[in-house]
């Protein structure tokens, strides 16, 4: 940007980065930057982040005028030719930092994982060639589906619409253009653009306010606080903490409440939030899934730990040479590690978000699938979800419940009209029924009132913004009169300066003072009419109305602003209702949901008895409900009881919402939130898994793991489903993984100290580990048995541990089996005799690769493999192959002179398919015990 800084501002503690002790680390082994060129890099960043504060610091603290000017603007907005050259000067509005990487550091990131492997080539040329061009191959395999699984996230994410509303002007800067309202993307947002705020709106780039009512604004994002803080347009003195500068908005804020305008003043990389992307990235809490995956890998890498060291000190003490200890002990440590782990854990993640695309889902972060299908509890709102999201205003009346003039309509439709914040699906409803004149309801013609007419005769002087805490919306209006032709109009009467409020009944009557007859009068609210418009609103939520109401006050002279405190003493003017038809296909998910075993709560900022209804007509089973303001007056234990047993909770605020789910997290539950409004962006941030719509507002659609195309409950139970099944195809590799490396590793030890000649040759492990991964490369293309399906799956590390070390070892017991056969029958014990000893390994080596590609399909379901249950067409070729190439090795040259392999006795193959079937049978035994005593087998 084109200006010098004038004040300094003070740079948050956070963004000072230490040289982290990875960095000195990597520099002492003689990786990487050196120590001073890490310092010094953070050194430029901390500066960089400074500067870039010093310059907004400095566009905050001058005056409105001024800052237009320096960016070449005004409050008409740009025009397009402006913001066109504008996005050429300054580049699209993203952070690169939040960008996939580039190919090419994946290839180098793969590559470092590959090389790692490798600390000391063998003595022999060939072997050591062989063991790269593995590792070349599982590289570049790990590289093809890290690109793909990171093509498909950003393929996803573009998917989803985040767009802004600016303000152009239609001839560049001319003093006689007019402006326009454009809804554009954000990513297309430059310095100069005038944004128009309202509740709910994302800040889309860095902000200065420059107009603001009521305007309030969350900042949790970037501070951690839930409350919202008040902004104004006072650009302060341009010093101290941005963030808490009056008039700034940042992006990944949000507004809250109140209206306004704000001024781009930074995009892209030079925005507050690109610097410290990194940062909060970091601070980002890990999910149950990362958590799991770490878990194992922790798992693997002590086993590693423990085994290669014991097998390199027996080995050597064993009188077979240090350097051959040394060289076996790596091997052993290699073949520990499942390679194949990360590509066919990002394969699996990437299929099953690909899928949820055909099914209308689209997934923000694929780990989300994983809690998608551990989801036990789904906490939802009501309108669009149980609702067909449709209002059609269904009847005008008066206070007294008779069917009136259209007063209230009228009123209704010029607050609705004239109100600059985000339109509701109410604000819709009143607007179409006097635009389309499809209300019929009245006693009075519709061919006496006209939007055309209303809107010539009235003009907005102020407004009132809507809030959650008064629930209700008022405009200030005057009468023009500069139109003499309609003076004699049919239409609504107002004084100077009307007031005119509109909202939920209860916060409306509690400030009206007086109310309207039928005959048109105006007299006192005593008690009796105040409870019999209570019992009237009941009959409305009872039929399954939602219901607003109207009211106005009259002021005989302008004021200079207009405040909350002017919503007193009102004139209550009527009811509008509002009829939403259940869903057709809401009965259908709701019983599908629950025989996935997910319980359904819906959560309501609307009226309890309406909420009963709309459940009772979708066959939601309605025992026990409960209110906002009663769950207000509860201690924690009876809190934490009653939103276990309720399923109805209505009139709730949106820290409640967000209570409500962090309270089920504490008691157990996995939790699952779907909204779509400003209200509900709390929620869906505390929830394990929120679900929002792409039709929703932008502040819910960021706070979301999950965006649906369709807001359907039918939609997200495939989407439990679906992510039922990635889950279990994710826990059924690890699993297998973990408790085939363990009996490995169970029986290397034990080879180790029982054989006088190493059990298997070190290529000869490596490529039986590559081999048995390479056979488990189509599990993310398995089915999963539909009673899996049927209940919630949350990830469990203390089964995975007790999983690896009570299935694990039984193959340890077949692979004892196949020593002993061999140092005794075929007395392969003489570890001089190269021949024999070539035989040994070649056997342990068939056995080895025949029983673990016969434990994929033994624990990839909880039945009895190919009778109950059948794996996929591809499990069952990819395993078929590797069986085939492991029983062809033996015979070719490359088996022979690369991997030392010699043809065995043909009775060998009737002990090792004996040991498979007894295998076999040994671990349907161990499946139904395990299931029988902890309740689960996957």
Same mark, same amino acid.
């Given at each position: 940007m084109s200006f010098v800084p004038t004040t300094t501002s003070t740079l948050p503690a956070e963004a000072k980065v230490p040289v982290t002790f990875a960095a000195r680390l990597k520099h002492r082994l003689g990786f990487g930057k050196t120590t001073d060129a890490v310092i010094e890099e953070n050194e430029k960043e901390v500066r960089a982040l400074q500067d870039a504060m010093d310059r907004f610091a400095a566009m905050a603290g001058v005056s409105t005028e001024m800052l237009l000017e320096r960016l070449g603007t005004s409050v008409n907005g740009l025009s397009d030719a402006n913001a066109a050259e504008k996005l050429t000067e300054f580049g699209p509005n993203e952070i690169s930092s939040l960008k996939p990487?580039?190919?090419?550091?994946?290839?180098?990131?793969?590559?470092?994982?590959?090389?790692?492997?490798?600390?000391?080539?063998?003595?022999?040329?060939?072997?050591?060639?062989?063991?790269?061009?593995?590792?070349?191959? #599982? !590289? =570049? !395999?790990?590289?093809y589906q890290e690109i793909k699984s990171n093509n498909a996230a950003q393929k996803l994410k573009s998917l989803i619409t985040n767009t802004v509303s600016v303000v152009r002007c239609t001839n560049a800067l001319e003093s006689g253009s007019t402006s326009l309202l454009r809804i554009i993307d954000q990513n297309t947002v430059v310095p100069g653009d005038i944004v128009k705020l309202a509740a709910g709106v994302m800040f889309p780039a860095d902000c200065v306010i420059i107009a603001a009512r009521d305007l309030t604004v969350s900042q949790s994002s970037l501070t951690g606080e839930a409350a919202p803080v008040e902004k104004t347009a006072d650009h302060g003195n341009g010093k101290g903490v941005v963030l808490d500068f009056p008039n700034v908005g940042l992006l990944g804020t949000s507004?809250?409440?109140?209206? +306004?305008?704000?001024?781009?003043?930074?995009?892209?990389? @030079?925005?507050? /939030?690109?610097?410290?992307?990194?940062?909060?990235?970091?601070?980002?809490?890990?999910?149950?899934?990362?958590? +799991?995956?770490?878990?194992? %890998?922790?798992?693997?890498?002590?086993?590693?730990?423990?085994?290669?060291?014991?097998?390199?000190?027996?080995?050597g003490f064993s009188g077979q040479g240090w350097l051959n200890?040394? @060289?076996?002990?790596?091997?052993?440590?290699?073949?520990?590690?499942?390679? /194949? /782990?990360?590509?066919?854990?990002?394969? *699996?993640?990437?299929?099953?978000?690909?899928?949820?695309?055909?099914?209308?889902?689209?997934?923000?972060?694929?780990?989300?699938?994983? *809690?998608?299908?551990?989801?036990?509890?789904?906490c939802s709102d009501k309108t669009g979800t149980l609702t067909q999201d449709e209002l059609v205003l269904s009847n005008v009346m008066g206070p007294d419940a008779s069917e009136t003039t259209l007063n209230p309509l009228e009123w209704g439709f010029l607050n609705s009209c004239f109100q600059t914040g985000m339109r509701n699906l109410m604000d819709v409803a009143i607007l179409d029924a006097v635009e389309s004149h499809r209300y019929t309801k009245c006693t009075k013609s519709l061919a006496t009132i006209s939007s055309e007419i209303l809107l010539s005769q009235f003009r907005l002087v102020d407004e009132i913004p809507f809030d959650f805490h008064r629930r209700r919306l008022s405009v200030i209006v005057t009468r023009k009169l500069d139109n003499p032709e309609n003076s004699d109009s049919d239409t609504i009467s107002g004084d100077a300066y009307t007031l005119v409020c509109k909202g939920a009944v209860e916060e409306v009557l509690s400030n009206c003072t007086e109310f309207v007859k039928e005959d048109g009068s105006v007299v006192q609210i005593s008690g009796t009419e105040s409870a019999q418009f209570i019992q009237i609103l009941d009959s409305f939520n009872e039929d399954g109305l939602r219901v607003l109401a109207v009211a106005t006050r009259s002021f005989e002279q302008p004021r200079k602003s207009y405040t909350k405190d002017d919503e007193s003493s009102m004139v209550f003017q009527g009811f509008l209702t509002f009829r939403?038809?259940?869903?057709?296909?809401?009965?259908?998910a709701i019983l599908l949901l629950a025989k996935r075993k997910v319980t359904l709560k819906v959560l309501s900022g609307d009226n309890l008895k309406v909420s009963i209804k709309v459940c009772r007509d979708v066959g939601i089973p309605v025992e026990n409900t409960v209110s906002g303001l009663e769950l207000a007056r509860m201690e924690d234990v009876e809190f934490s009881e009653t939103i276990e047993k309720c399923t109805v909770m209505a009139k709730l605020s949106p820290n409640q919402k967000q209570q409500i789910v962090e309270r089920l997290q504490k008691n157990g539950h996995v939790v699952g939130f779907l909204g779509d409004g400003i209200n509900d962006a709390l929620a869906l941030k505390s929830a394990d898994v929120g679900v929002s719509v792409d039709s929703g507002s932008e502040v819910a659609k960021d706070s979301a793991d999950v965006i649906l195309l369709e807001k359907s409950l039918l939609i997200l139970e495939r989407g439990v489903r679906k992510g039922r099944q990635t889950y279990g195809n994710t826990?059924?590799?690890?699993?297998?993984?973990?408790?085939?490396?363990?009996? *490995? %590793?169970?029986?290397?030890?034990?080879?180790?100290?029982?054989?006088?000649?190493?059990?298997?040759?070190?290529? &000869?492990?490596?490529?039986? *580990?590559?081999?048995?991964?390479?056979?488990?490369?189509?599990?993310?293309?398995?089915?999963?048995?539909?009673?899996?399906?049927?209940?919630?799956?949350?990830?469990?590390?203390?089964?995975?541990?007790?999983?690896?070390?009570?299935?694990?070892?039984?193959? %340890?017991?077949?692979? &004892?089996?196949?020593?002993?056969? +061999?140092?005794?029958?075929?007395? $392969?014990?003489?570890?001089?005799?190269?021949?024999?000893?070539?035989? =040994?390994?070649?056997?342990?080596?068939?056995?080895?690769?025949?029983?673990?590609?016969?434990?994929?399909?033994?624990?990839?379901?909880?039945?009895?493999?190919?009778?109950?249950?059948?794996? %996929? $067409?591809?499990?069952?070729?990819?395993?078929?192959?590797?069986?085939?190439? #492991? !029983?062809?090795?033996?015979? !070719?040259?490359? #088996?022979?002179n690369i991997l030392g392999m010699e043809a065995f006795p043909r009775m060998s193959y009737a002990f090792v398919m004996t040991e498979l079937v007894g295998y076999f049978i040994v671990v349907l035994l161990a499946k139904y015990f395990y299931i029988r005593k902890f309740g689960r087998w996957l």
């Open positions: 990487p580039k190919w090419w550091i994946i290839l180098y990131h793969c590559f470092v994982l590959a090389v790692s492997n490798v600390v000391i080539p063998p003595a022999d040329f060939k072997p050591f060639t062989y063991l790269m061009l593995m590792l070349l191959f #599982g !590289t =570049f !395999t790990r590289f507004v809250s409440s109140g209206i +306004g305008l704000a001024v781009v003043v930074a995009t892209g990389n @030079q925005t507050y /939030m690109s610097f410290m992307a990194a940062k909060l990235a970091k601070a980002t809490p890990k999910s149950a899934f990362d958590k +799991g995956v770490v878990s194992v %890998s922790l798992a693997f890498m002590t086993l590693m730990a423990i085994m290669s060291p014991l097998v390199f000190l027996i080995q200890a040394f @060289q076996f002990a790596l091997t052993v440590a290699v073949g520990l590690i499942p390679e /194949m /782990m990360p590509m066919i854990l990002n394969a *699996n993640l990437a299929k099953g978000a690909i899928s949820l695309i055909k099914r209308k889902t689209i997934v923000k972060q694929l780990a989300a699938i994983q *809690n998608l299908g551990a989801m036990d509890v789904l939403d038809p259940p869903k057709e296909d809401a009965a259908e826990i059924k590799y690890i699993k297998m993984a973990a408790s085939s490396n363990f009996g *490995n %590793s169970f029986s290397v030890l034990i080879a180790s100290i029982w054989l006088p000649f190493q059990p298997m040759t070190p290529l &000869m492990i490596l490529t039986n *580990n590559f081999l048995y991964d390479f056979s488990q490369s189509a599990i993310p293309w398995d089915r999963m048995d539909d009673s899996f399906l049927e209940n919630p799956r949350p990830w469990e590390s203390r089964d995975l541990l007790r999983f690896m070390i009570l299935i694990g070892p039984l193959s %340890s017991i077949f692979d &004892m089996i196949t020593f002993a056969i +061999g140092m005794y029958y075929w007395r $392969w014990n003489d570890s001089s005799n190269s021949f024999a000893v070539a035989q =040994f390994q070649t056997v342990w080596f068939f056995e080895s690769l025949l029983t673990q590609t016969v434990i994929v399909h033994l624990i990839r379901t909880e039945k009895i493999p190919f009778v109950q249950s059948v794996a %996929s $067409w591809g499990l069952l070729l990819t395993g078929a192959v590797i069986i085939a190439i #492991g !029983t062809c090795l033996p015979y !070719t040259e490359f #088996g022979v």
